[in-house]
């Protein structure tokens, strides 16, 4: 949450009192604060990829459902009522839930600078961190690529289809079988 | 007794001639329009449009008959300004061999008897990456991917500068306008010199007519490309040529799980594979035989 | 008008006659015809299934794409150039007891060839689309691709060993003199042509950078020094056979220089053996894995490596037989190590020489091909058919060569015939 800068503050009443400087410093002032003010201000602007929608389990969403009735509880600790089936490995031990989802508006994720962001733009969240491959996913050359690759037909998929967020590590897998062998009387390799 | 010696000789003769055209009689007779037409069918690159179109009705009308299916063969030409390039993310291939299979899908290859895949995947040991000869093709553990080994799957890298193509005594194999390099399955003599030429193992050949289950045919076909092929000639992966020329990726980069295939095209500053090949370290196997491949094996840089 | 009647008669007549010499002979001479029919018979059996299901019926496989059939084409090429080895003393250096074989030798490449092509179209995947390979009718990759000059080559030299003879051996039935003006150029043409058949087939393996066992320059002086072994050391064995059963006129002077002239060969055979052990165990690199395999065994694989090693003491044996005079110019020995030789090339040049070039493959996979039963009838069944062309070419030219069979005779036995 980010504070406004509050500078100048303190000489704000001398420089309100200052009748000549009322009609500049006044409409600055308002400007700025407007400017810097916390969400649902915000100016920001990103840029839109075309994603299937977040694959959510079931009933899931809107969390509001659930928790627009319910007060957030900022402390770090092990869930024991709810979602105790969400196993946290990704950087676990210097964060937590309300670090990615936004306390006030669980239906939101929030990045660094205040923003917040709908399920559907996640990847700006991972790639806050992840900038390497974030940069890769929007030139098409991270994850799987599907249907068109051009013509303007491309489409892209969020990370979450491919990485569990909460533990994004990709599991080992059962191969396909191998090739026969061809036939022959000895088989020493 | 020189007359009775000559009936003789002349006995003998009359008899091996009768026997030698009585041979050649059931070859002129079992000569079907069909194979005849066949047998004197023109290389596709000299054929008119009309002479396409007529193979093609003639190609469908044959599958339909002999598959009960209705394919869709194509012969749509290279989109100019392309040059289709490939790209393989060598840190995140998990050699899992779903590449290998949605292949063998898409393009209509025999099951079994002969097992025909494009796509070989080879796993090699960590330290030493490119000593072939140390790969293992058979590998099949119950998980992938391994400790100590990384993943590589090989496939026809579509030089540039294709040694096959140069081989090939009857031209029946030549790179596209857009760098594909491509196979006439109804001109090759099946004499296997081209794959004796490829450094990479591209190339397969079809030791019997192909056995695909009735249900997994896939209908739309090229004729250069995945049509139901015979026995005795030679084929390869194509880039999904069905695909590519009409703007999708190919079967194995879009089955990927890991998304360690990447497909554009090499001409295009925005495609994909210029990206990789612009921000990532590629390089391409075997480059000192100097075949010049469009598939670029990379690593996250 | 009434020439070209009369000539056309005369050519009936002649091919009538030599007709009635083809299918008379003695009682062995049936029996081996009929051993050789029934072989060629089995053969085509054999070949059959091939062609209606495909080459999925040898043991080759993706792998080892070339087999059995194209390691005996290889030495058939090998034999077929050999008959330069008799042109080069009959014609340039006129050493007179070699100019009486040397039409038959021309004969014995003639049946070679055919044998070599008959192998490579057994080999061919679909040889009911062969014509793509001619040229303007077809689309023959000239001059790329190797495969397209071993057909114009061996073409050539076919026709070549088989206009030579039978214009010589007309002109001799007929006891006209050959027009040297004519004959004499094709004769000196076949030396450079018996050396490029060779060539081309060498290059032919050569030119293929993947394959590294294969992609040496020593690969064509190879081929030519083995083939000038075991090309004459069949002719060598065939004519004293010959000799046998026929009126043919063979010095054992004839032999003997044959023989010497091989045993130059085999030295440099066995040195370009050396110089490609040297180069490739002393360099150590990978691309020395073909030749371990071969020598050695690699990784547990090693079916050939008895096999090589049985043919290489061959040809040492029969270097040293061939080396000392005393041996050389005895017959018993001779033979020998003819025949030493003629299995023990036979052994480096064909399996030994193809099979390793596909292992390892180019992805290091290791199959090892073994020739199945079906592929040996077809190898045997192409071998008899050469053989009865030969016999049944020999039937025909000794007969002539040695003037039993002439116009001359003819017409002195005929005197009523309107000839």
Redesign the interface.
């Known amino acids: 949450m980010t504070i406004p800068q509050q500078a100048g503050l303190i000489s704000l009443p001398s420089i309100l009192s200052h009748g000549k400087l009322k009609r500049i410093i006044f409409p600055v002032l308002l400007s700025s604060l407007i400017g810097t003010s916390s969400p649902p201000f915000a100016k920001q602007t990103y840029e839109e990829f075309s994603v299937p929608p977040p694959p959510f389990k079931e009933g899931m969403f809107p969390c509001s459902n659930c928790h627009a009735s319910m007060e957030a509880k900022k402390k770090k600790r092990e869930l024991k009522e709810e979602h105790t089936t969400i196993q946290l490995r990704h950087a676990e031990t210097m964060r937590w839930c309300l670090d990615c989802h936004y306390g006030a508006n669980r239906d939101k994720l929030r990045l660094f600078n205040g923003d917040l962001i709908s399920f559907d733009k996640s990847y700006l969240l991972c790639g806050e961190c992840h900038g390497n491959i974030f940069k890769d996913w929007k030139a098409g050359i991270h994850g799987k690529r599907q249907g068109y690759f051009a013509g303007g037909k491309r489409t892209y998929l969020l990370c979450v289809h491919c990485h569990d967020s909460h533990s994004p590590r990709s599991k080992p897998i059962k191969p396909e079988p191998p090739p026969f062998r061809p036939k022959e009387k000895k088989d020493a390799k | 007794m020189r007359n009775r010696s000559y009936t003789r000789r002349e006995f003998i003769r009359n008899l091996s001639l009768t026997v030698l055209s009585g041979f050649a009689l059931p070859l002129l007779s079992s000569c079907a329009k069909e194979q005849v037409e066949d047998f004197l069918q023109k290389h596709f690159l000299e054929m008119t449009n009309d002479e396409k179109e007529a193979l093609i009705a003639k190609l469908e009308a044959r599958y339909l008959n002999k598959y009960g299916k209705k394919f869709k063969v194509s012969v749509q030409e290279a989109i100019p300004n392309t040059l289709w390039g490939y790209g393989l993310d060598l840190s995140r291939c998990i050699g899992c061999r779903r590449c290998v299979y949605a292949c063998v899908e898409e393009n209509n290859s025999s099951r079994f008897k002969p097992q025909s895949q494009w796509i070989r995947v080879i796993r090699l040991k960590k330290g030493s990456l490119v000593d072939l000869e140390d790969s293992e093709h058979y590998y099949n553990p119950d998980q992938v991917p391994e400790k100590d080994f990384i993943y590589m799957p090989v496939q026809c890298q579509h030089c540039e500068k294709p040694p096959c193509v140069k081989v090939c005594p009857v031209h029946a194999t030549w790179k596209e306008p857009d760098g594909l390099v491509v196979v006439d399955y109804n001109w090759c003599i099946g004499c296997r010199y081209c794959i004796a030429a490829c450094p990479y193992r591209g190339r397969i050949f079809n030791w019997a007519d192909p056995n695909v289950p009735a249900e997994k045919w896939n209908l739309s076909v090229h004729y250069l490309g995945n049509r139901p092929r015979m026995r005795n000639v030679v084929d390869k992966c194509t880039y999904c040529i069905q695909r590519v020329r009409a703007g999708r990726y190919p079967a194995c980069v879009e089955v990927c799980p890991t998304g360690s295939r990447k497909f554009g095209n090499l001409l295009d500053p925005q495609s994909e594979i210029r990206y990789v090949i612009e921000n990532k370290r590629t390089f391409r196997l075997k480059e000192d035989l100097h075949t010049e491949p469009k598939f670029y094996y990379f690593f996250e840089a | 008008m009434q020439a070209l009647r009369e000539t056309l008669r005369e050519t009936w007549r002649f091919y009538?006659k030599t007709?009635?010499l083809v299918?008379?002979g003695t009682k062995e001479y049936y029996l081996w015809c009929l051993l050789l029919l029934c072989i060629m018979l089995l053969g085509f059996l054999f070949y059959l299934p091939q062609v209606r299901?495909?080459?999925?019926t040898t043991?080759?496989?993706?792998?080892v794409?070339?087999g059995l059939y194209i390691a005996n084409f290889t030495y058939l090429v090998g034999v077929a150039a050999a008959a330069v080895l008799l042109v080069v003393p009959a014609y340039i250096y006129q050493f007179g007891p070699i100019k009486e074989i040397v039409v038959l030798g021309e004969l014995f490449a003639a049946s070679s060839i055919i044998m070599a092509l008959l192998f490579?179209m057994a080999?061919?995947?679909?040889?009911?689309?062969?014509w793509?390979?001619f040229p303007f009718i077809?689309?023959?990759?000239f001059p790329?691709?190797?495969?397209?000059w071993d057909?114009i080559v061996l073409n050539v030299y076919l026709v070549l060993n088989l206009l030579i003879p039978i214009y010589l051996l007309v002109k001799t039935y007929y006891g006209k003199e050959p027009n040297k003006k004519f004959i004499v150029p094709l004769v000196l043409f076949s030396i450079p042509m018996a050396v490029g058949i060779h060539t081309v087939t060498a290059f032919?393996y050569n030119?293929?950078?993947?394959?590294p066992f294969w992609n040496a320059s020593i690969l064509a002086p190879r081929f030519l020094a083995s083939a000038f072994c075991s090309g004459p050391a069949i002719i060598i064995i065939v004519f004293q056979i010959l000799r046998e059963y026929t009126f043919i006129k063979l010095e054992d002077r004839a032999l003997f220089k044959i023989a010497e002239l091989m045993a130059y060969a085999m030295f440099l055979n066995l040195f370009l053996l050396l110089s490609e052990m040297f180069k490739e165990y002393y360099s150590n690199t990978?691309h020395m894995?073909s030749l371990k395999y071969l020598y050695e065994g690699l990784?547990?694989?090693n079916?050939l490596v008895p096999w090589i090693w049985v043919g290489t003491i061959m040809n040492l044996v029969a270097f040293i037989i061939f080396l000392f005079p005393a041996m050389r110019k005895r017959l018993s020995t001779l033979n020998i190590g003819c025949i030493l030789i003629i299995a023990g090339v036979w052994i480096e040049k064909g399996p030994g020489l193809v099979i390793p070039?596909?292992v390892?493959?180019?992805?290091?996979?290791?199959?090892?091909y073994?020739p199945n039963f079906r592929e040996l009838f077809i190898s045997f069944g192409i071998w008899a058919t050469g053989f009865l062309i030969f016999t049944i070419l020999m039937k025909v030219a000794i007969p002539i060569a040695s003037g039993e069979f002439s116009h001359a005779k003819y017409i002195e036995e005929r005197p009523a015939s309107k000839s």
């Open positions: 009538r007709l009635t299918v008379t299901t495909g080459l999925i043991n080759m496989k993706d792998q794409v070339w490579v080999d061919l995947g679909r040889v009911d689309r062969f793509h390979m077809g689309s023959m990759n790329a691709s190797l495969l397209a057909v032919l030119g293929l950078p993947a394959r990978v894995a990784h547990g694989h079916a070039g596909f390892p493959d180019p992805l290091g996979e290791i199959y090892e073994i």
